[in-house]
């Protein structure tokens, strides 16, 4: 079956810095990638939808400059949390879907605790 | 944002009952779709029903949709103590492929 790996899968970082969250098509290629963010307790928001060789497209309310998406391959897309604040702290997840597959496939989530 | 409500917030049950959970959303929709969260995990794909499908079952779970009512509802049956987790509901509308989640429900079945 389709799966996708998240790297990494819990990061600590201080406020000020920078911080990376890859995600990975293993077996399919997926021109488009979703992005989610789950506060404790809560649903998923999607933040932005990634897509291939284009710019991403975010939701209404999330920062394009604050969080930085990269699909820069079939297999790949990177979401680069900027100038973290300790309210970035959250569960971020990535998704995507295989088109032989009825549902989207997820990847096991980072969470993200910037101190 | 998040497309609808889901019903109840928080169940608790015995081992061997059924679990039943209803999602409302509020736009035209291609599917709507059933995933499952442990705590502090990836989901899991349950079910995918299509907008003109009205029930659909596999294996223990028996997924409805009323389009009418913008709701569907999720039965678990002969619930396990593994079925402990996070159920959420969602959509993806008629027109895009961004799937759009409900608030969840918090499922724990007691052994």
């Not at chain 1, 998240?6 to 000020?16: A, E, L, M, T």
């Not at chain 2, 109840?8 to 061997?16: C, D, F, Y």
């Not at chain 2, 899991?44 to 409805?64: A, C, F, M, Q």
């Not at chain 2, 913008?70 to 996070?86: E, M, P, Q, V």
Request: aromatic fraction near 8%.
């Amino acid at each position: 079956g389709a799966v996708v790996s998240q790297h990494p899968s819990w990061v600590i970082c201080k406020s000020g810095t920078s911080v990376k969250i890859e995600c990975r098509s293993l077996d399919f290629q997926a021109t488009t990638m979703f992005w989610y963010r789950q506060f404790p307790k809560q649903s998923l928001m999607l933040m932005a939808t990634s897509n291939e060789g284009s710019k991403a497209t975010y939701e209404q309310g999330v920062e394009k400059d604050k969080f930085l998406i990269n699909h820069a391959s079939l297999t790949l897309s990177t979401l680069t949390v900027t100038s973290a604040h300790p309210e970035d702290s959250s569960f971020y997840i990535c998704s995507a879907r295989a088109w032989e597959l009825d549902g989207y496939t997820f990847g096991s989530g980072t969470r993200l605790t910037v101190v | 944002s998040q497309q609808g409500e889901e019903d109840p917030q928080a169940l608790s049950i015995q081992e061997g009952e059924n679990a039943t959970m209803n999602c409302s959303y509020k736009t035209s929709i291609n599917n709507l779709q059933w995933y499952r969260q442990n705590s502090g995990r990836g989901l899991v794909h349950l079910i995918l029903i299509r907008s003109n499908e009205r029930e659909k079952h596999s294996g223990r779970l028996r997924v409805t949709l009323d389009t009418s009512k913008k709701s569907s509802s999720l039965l678990i049956t002969a619930s396990r103590a593994a079925d402990t987790a996070s159920y959420f509901c969602a959509t993806v509308a008629a027109a895009g492929n961004k799937l759009t989640f409900g608030g969840g429900t918090r499922v724990l079945v007691k052994p």
